[in-house]
């Protein structure tokens, strides 16, 4: 799963509210409290949509609310051998860079993008050509859009599938949370790298968002007769964008892969069905593309039991670059710890504050 970033639900989906309790006096709210559940049917729509996309998914699998805590995860319903293909993911069900180069409306501005604005410019157009693909479902329904069985099972809000993330929270919360732990500085320079994305995007995806929405004509040349008004659609972040662009970037820091360099074309994508596997720095399934069709492969790992989740290594829990404070700042959860995060920062958890060595 890569790490490149450093630089509503939809409207058919039902959501399944475990709480009330939606505010509370002291800022950030338990997130499970929040917690809303992927109906089990959008599954059910996302397995036969792969399948029609000529996905091989093995009979012996399902989702279920994981065992670590944090959402959903696959599990074996039956016994599996070691190197059995589990599910094979043909390329055209990712999001690629090449969905981003080939888009109709904006693919090259988003190409100068991302040959101009260094290696987090990827990452921005992913985001781009994610939430425009999200805010055009929620104008017409997902069934408008290409991946919409998949964007419908994605977090696009805070709570979803319990996706907890700094970048969902508000400035005060961070502040709150976060100061002076070790955290901080990395969540602030993320949440600006993000305002700044959001107000890029809204000039390259704007129009069309716009369109969709029924707010501007799709012939719409631009010309205009000296007396007529002057439209300036794009003067303000559009309503929805914000959302929809750091909801797309929840996605991408907590989802996306890395097959190959960071110079090839899979420097980063999403590869539905695999994204639903949780981590453990024990996994015990492997996964690779074959590089003649761009297919992901995914195999258990060693001989699987009936009713084992199947786990996937994010990033080596040992790896340096990746301390547990990191972990939480990249993909909204500490290995291993199930205890409010927010009180964690609190109470000056060792996680997420340097310890000073006694004299
Ligand atoms: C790739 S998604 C996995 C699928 C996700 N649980 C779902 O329901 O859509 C990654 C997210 O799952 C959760 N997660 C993954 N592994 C976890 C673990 N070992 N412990 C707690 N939460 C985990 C975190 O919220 C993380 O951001």
């Known amino acids: 799963m890569t790490a490149c970033f450093v630089l509503s639900s939809s409207p058919s989906k039902t959501i399944t509210q475990h709480s009330t309790q939606l505010f509370s006096s002291s800022g950030l709210v338990d997130i499970q409290a929040i917690s809303r559940d992927t109906p089990g049917s959008s599954y059910d729509l996302l397995l036969d949509w792969l399948r029609a996309k000529g996905a091989t998914v093995n009979d012996n699998l399902c989702f279920q609310p994981s065992s670590r805590g944090g959402g959903y995860g696959a599990f074996v319903t039956d016994n599996v051998a070691k190197g059995e293909i589990l599910v094979e993911i043909p390329r055209s069900a990712c999001v690629t860079l090449d969905n981003v180069k080939n888009d109709p409306d904006s693919g090259e501005v988003f190409q100068k993008l991302m040959t101009q604005a260094g290696p987090g410019g990827n990452t921005v ?175 258990a790992g060693r001989d699987l039991q009936a009713g084992e989740e199947l786990f996937n290594q994010y990033r080596s829990e040992k790896d340096e670059t990746m301390p547990y404070h990191r972990f939480f700042t990249r993909y909204g959860f500490v290995p291993g710890i199930e205890e409010n995060i927010a009180d964690l920062l609190k109470d000056k958890s060792s996680i997420f504050v340097a310890q000073k060595a006694e004299v």
């Open 125 to 299: 157009a992913l985001a781009g050509i994610l939430a425009k693909k999200r805010l055009v479902a929620l104008a017409k329904g997902s069934e408008a859009i290409e991946y919409g069985p998949y964007f419908d099972t994605l977090p696009w809000e805070r709570g979803i599938n319990s996706q907890e993330h700094m970048l969902f929270w508000s400035d005060e919360d961070v502040d709150t949370f976060m100061k002076g732990t070790m955290c901080y500085s990395e969540a602030k320079s993320l949440r600006e790298e993000v305002d700044l994305a959001i107000s890029v995007l809204n000039k390259i995806i704007g129009k069309s968002i716009l369109t969709a929405r029924g707010e501007l004509s799709e012939t719409d040349s631009g010309f205009n007769f000296p007396w007529d008004p002057k439209p300036e659609p794009l003067k303000q972040i559009i309503d929805g964008l914000p959302e929809a662009v750091r909801g797309a970037f929840v996605c991408l820091l907590t989802r996306a892969f890395q097959d190959g360099d960071d110079d090839d074309e899979d420097a980063e994508k999403l590869v539905p069905w695999l994204d639903m596997l949780q981590h453990s720095d024990e996994p015990n399934i492997r996964h690779a593309m074959r590089k003649d069709d761009g297919t992901v492969e995914v195999r």
